[in-house]
């Protein structure tokens, strides 16, 4: 058995505009690292964070990764087991690239990994949800799952929790831009209405059923004109700096469809290719940049290795 490892564990889309809480992809960067190490003594430790500000409690109840690492350790009957965390966040707290999923999968990655894969990765995703649900208020699964498995996936259901992998086209590549201003998960779910007329729910499906069969047919186009959001979209683009000029930008310079990762603030273009993908993360930063806002970016085709061991 091993007696300590590195883990990183990837960034991820969520929503993938039409399929709010129910489609996610991972992408290769950025993402978080936590190593752990088996302590011989009871009960977990978060020793160390960093690149986090000072924003994260080092508590190991109120902290996402210790919190979904007891959740684990309790459910295989090892709850006192003796374990030192430390957390490296490679990346910003609050884009909307699944900053908590990144830590709370890496987390988990490592325990078991330390407990010789005792579960299997899928079987990890309910713990990675009770992260989620501290760090947000909901125990969603969007990008925890992908985070974990790698891929494109759909959650079908979540009770039963039912989470399907989907295949995409090969070439399929995400432009990815955060513009540095704070939009907290909590404060944009909340802004979600809970009820939604029934015409606007069938358009949503329509998209929802068109996105995913574009990606079984490697159907750039059906995949596209499925990226349409009617329900959470226009709600959550008033806190995205000039989100509908980001947009105009990004389809002329060649992107399939374009929206919001996650809760925002940064943003996703979909392409055929990583050159032009470049040419839009070019073409959005600078605009940003002329509305005095910086921005930081990213081009990474979909990660289908979910997390790894790096030492």
């Given at each position: 058995?091993?007696?300590?490892?590195?883990?990183?564990?990837?960034?991820?889309?969520?929503?993938?505009?039409?399929?709010?809480?129910?489609?996610?992809?991972?992408?290769?960067?950025?993402?978080?690292?936590?190593?752990?190490?088996?302590?011989?003594?009871?009960?977990?430790?978060?020793?160390?964070?960093?690149?986090?500000?000072?924003?994260?409690?080092?508590?190991?109840?109120?902290?996402?990764?210790?919190?979904?690492?007891?959740?684990?350790?309790?459910?295989?009957?090892q709850?006192?087991?003796?374990?030192?965390?430390?957390?490296?966040?490679?990346?910003?707290?609050?884009?909307g690239?699944?900053?908590?999923?990144?830590?709370?999968?890496?987390?988990?990655?490592?325990?078991?990994?330390?407990?010789?894969?005792?579960?299997?990765?899928?079987?990890?995703?309910?713990?990675?949800?009770?992260?989620?649900?501290?760090?947000?208020?909901?125990?969603?699964?969007?990008?925890?799952?992908?985070?974990?498995?790698?891929?494109?996936?759909?959650?079908?259901?979540?009770?039963?929790?039912?989470?399907?992998?989907?295949?995409?086209?090969?070439?399929?590549h995400?432009?990815?831009?955060?513009?540095?201003?704070?939009v907290?998960?909590?404060?944009?779910?909340?802004?979600?209405?809970?009820?939604?007329?029934?015409?606007?729910?069938?358009t949503?499906?329509?998209?929802?059923?068109?996105?995913?069969?574009?990606?079984?047919?490697?159907?750039?186009?059906?995949i596209?004109?499925?990226?349409?959001?009617?329900?959470?979209?226009?709600?959550?683009?008033?806190?995205i700096?000039?989100?509908?000029?980001?947009?105009?930008?990004?389809?002329?310079?060649?992107?399939?469809?374009?929206?919001?990762?996650?809760?925002?603030?940064?943003?996703?273009?979909?392409?055929?290719?990583?050159?032009?993908?470049?040419?839009?993360?070019?073409?959005?930063?600078?605009?940003l940049?002329?509305?005095?806002?910086?921005?930081?970016?990213?081009?990474?085709?979909?990660?289908?290795?979910?997390?790894?061991?790096l030492?």
């Open positions: 058995m091993r007696k300590s490892v590195r883990v990183f564990a990837p960034a991820t889309v969520a929503n993938v505009v039409c399929g709010y809480d129910v489609l996610g992809f991972a992408v290769n960067a950025p993402g978080d690292e936590v190593i752990m190490k088996l302590t011989g003594g009871t009960g977990i430790t978060l020793s160390k964070i960093t690149g986090d500000d000072g924003k994260l409690p080092l508590d190991p109840e109120k902290n996402t990764v210790s919190a979904s690492v007891k959740h684990y350790l309790d459910y295989i009957g709850p006192d087991l003796g374990i030192d965390i430390e957390l490296h966040k490679k990346m910003p707290i609050g884009s690239l699944g900053s908590s999923s990144a830590s709370t999968v890496a987390g988990l990655f490592a325990v078991n990994t330390l407990l010789d894969n005792l579960l299997n990765t899928k079987e990890l995703v309910p713990f990675a949800m009770k992260g989620e649900e501290l760090a947000c208020g909901y125990g969603h699964a969007d990008n925890v799952a992908p985070a974990l498995m790698g891929g494109f996936v759909l959650i079908r259901s979540y009770t039963p929790l039912d989470i399907i992998s989907l295949p995409f086209p090969e070439n399929l995400a432009a990815i831009v955060y513009p540095e201003v704070d907290p998960t909590k404060d944009a779910r909340q802004m979600i209405r809970s009820k939604v007329l029934l015409k606007d729910a069938v949503q499906w329509g998209n929802v059923a068109g996105l995913v069969s574009g990606l079984f047919m490697n159907d750039y186009e059906l596209g004109r499925s990226m349409t959001d009617i329900l959470v979209e226009p709600v959550r683009s008033i806190l700096p000039d989100f509908y000029q980001l947009r105009e930008l990004a389809m002329d310079a060649g992107a399939i469809g374009f929206g919001i990762s996650g809760s925002g603030p940064s943003v996703f273009a979909l392409t055929k290719d990583a050159e032009t993908a470049g040419k839009i993360t070019k073409s959005l930063q600078q605009h940049k002329d509305i005095a806002i910086n921005s930081l970016s990213f081009v990474s085709e979909v990660n289908k290795k979910g997390p790894i061991i030492d």
